[in-house]
């Protein structure tokens, strides 16, 4: 029998399995940044301890940085007390690290596939749990947490459980107006957010074979939100001319060999799978969410369910009437009222999620020519400095200061509100973003609506939640 690429990839990179039952795995990849390092590091020196592999080791910052004044010192006294002690930490330990002033910065899963870092084959882990972000190019990317932040510094390797493989093949055609974030959305709502745990999620179907890089790496960010601390993409062709040229790709005829590799460790056509879903690509419409958890969301032609309905199909009968009621009330909704119509204060098109070039260019051919509603504030932040450059020499940046949205510097800006972008009080947030808990955008009554930039843009102009497929049609249509 085959196997899939999760097996091929943690069968090629166990060190040894542990008494515990779980597998030592070797990671070809440490990506590294502000928040979760600095407690890692000192665990580090008090054991007397080195960074492993400063070569497979690389820095970013993004979690705190303000995206209007990034004078330093930062005002916030926590936020410049991380920036400089990585600075610190990076440079004792020859860590390479992009700061504020180099054009490789930018959000750590926007960077890693965008400078190349990021291949087909690898094990990745960052002290994030988005980094399933980085399976959309073939790759095993483990999202970690502080103490294994350090295992990984001091010996390159980290413990794991063993997963089990759930395909999910996504079929047929999207229509107009909806993307891989509705794709992904209808996934976790179908699955529930607990569905994924113990799984990785092998994404699969000819609607994910025609998607681009971009597409794939938000499908594969919001497995997490599914339980699934492991997403990924079989590489194929589009795979392959994503990262060449890249800065750290392979070049010449090792570009060459390594496309044999990485074609290797794909999924083979026999490989046995734990769990197989099917889903039809052109029943998704644009998708918003409602409630307190990325499962809890609704077509946006569709009502926010009532209590008694329960929000999700794979909530067990007890909890979700309880957990539709409270996700009501936080919100400040009406259960089977449309999703439609919902006013809105703020917009945010960003987040590792959604702050890719493809992610601008649908919500600025949405704000072209139109303009944001007078009580919306609506922030668009490039997820790196390359693609806030990129988006600088397309003109989109003028596209949205026109249309009455600030254009902001490189960062995860309001999707966590580590920083100064933040929600006040009980304003309603369209958001790119990837989680609606309770306080997340910074305010502790902040309400959160997740869905595509382009719905997020369309909202910022209608003031309200819109369907951004009547806002594109052509007029009479
Ligand atoms: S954009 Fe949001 S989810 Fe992504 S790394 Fe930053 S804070 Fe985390």
Redesign the pocket.
């Known amino acids: 029998m085959g196997k899939t690429l999760l097996q091929k990839v943690w069968d090629l990179h166990t060190v040894r399995r542990l008494p515990t039952g779980q597998t030592q795995l070797f990671v070809g990849l440490h990506l590294i940044h502000e928040v979760t390092t600095p407690q890692a590091f000192d665990m580090l020196r008090a054991r007397r301890l080195t960074v492993a592999f400063p070569d497979r080791t690389f820095g970013t910052i ?2 705190i940085i303000p995206t209007l004044d990034q004078a330093r010192p930062f005002r916030d006294a926590l936020a410049e007390a991380m920036l400089s002690a990585l600075e610190r930490n990076c440079a004792e330990f020859k860590i390479p690290f992009w700061n504020l002033d180099s054009d490789r910065q930018g ?3 926007v960077i890693g596939p965008e400078l190349g870092l990021t291949q087909p084959g690898m094990t990745i882990a960052c002290g ?3 980094t399933s972000t980085h399976g959309a190019l073939g790759a095993v990317a483990i999202g970690i947490g502080t103490s294994q932040v350090r295992d990984v510094l001091g010996s390159q390797c980290l413990a794991m459980d063993p997963l089990k493989v759930r395909r999910i093949v996504v079929n047929g055609r999207l229509g107009a107006g909806v993307f891989a974030k509705d794709v992904v959305l209808e996934i976790i709502h179908r699955l529930g957010v607990q569905g994924g745990v113990g799984y990785a999620y092998e994404y699969g179907g000819t609607a994910i074979d025609r998607m681009s890089v971009d597409e794939r790496l938000t499908i594969c960010n919001m497995s997490i939100e599914g339980g699934a601390r492991v997403g990924y993409m079989n590489p194929d062709q589009t795979t392959f001319d994503y990262l060449r040229g890249r800065p750290f790709a392979p070049a010449g005829a090792a570009f060459d060999r390594a496309v044999s590799w990485w074609r290797s460790i794909a999924s083979d056509p026999d490989a046995h799978y734990d769990d197989v879903v099917e889903i039809d690509a052109a029943a998704i419409e644009p998708r918003v969410t409602w409630g307190i958890n990325p499962g809890q969301s609704v077509g946006v032609s569709e009502r926010i369910p009532l209590a008694a309905d329960g929000g999700s199909a794979a909530a067990t009968p007890a909890s979700r009437t309880d957990a539709v009621a409270e996700a009501l009330e936080f919100m400040g909704l009406r259960g089977g009222a449309p999703i439609r119509g919902i006013r809105i204060d703020v917009a945010f098109v ?4 959604n702050s890719r070039m493809s992610d601008l260019r649908e919500a600025a051919r949405v704000a072209k020519g139109r303009h944001v509603a007078p009580h919306v504030r609506a922030l668009v932040v490039p997820g790196s400095q390359a693609v806030l450059a990129a988006a600088e020499r397309e003109g989109l940046d003028q596209v949205f200061r026109e249309a009455g949205f600030e254009w902001r510097g490189a960062g ?1 800006s309001m ?2 509100a ?1 920083n100064p972008d933040r929600l006040e009080g009980q304003e309603v947030c369209a958001s790119s ?3 609606n808990f309770k306080g997340r955008q910074g305010s502790p009554t902040g309400r959160t609506l997740l869905m595509s930039p382009a719905m997020v843009a369309a909202a910022a102009i209608a003031g309200e939640v819109t369907d951004v497929r009547e806002v594109l049609a052509p007029a009479g249509a």
């Open positions: 993004d979690h959000i750590v899963h994030d749990s988005h960003g987040s590792c999620t995860c999707c966590l580590m973003s990837n989680r």
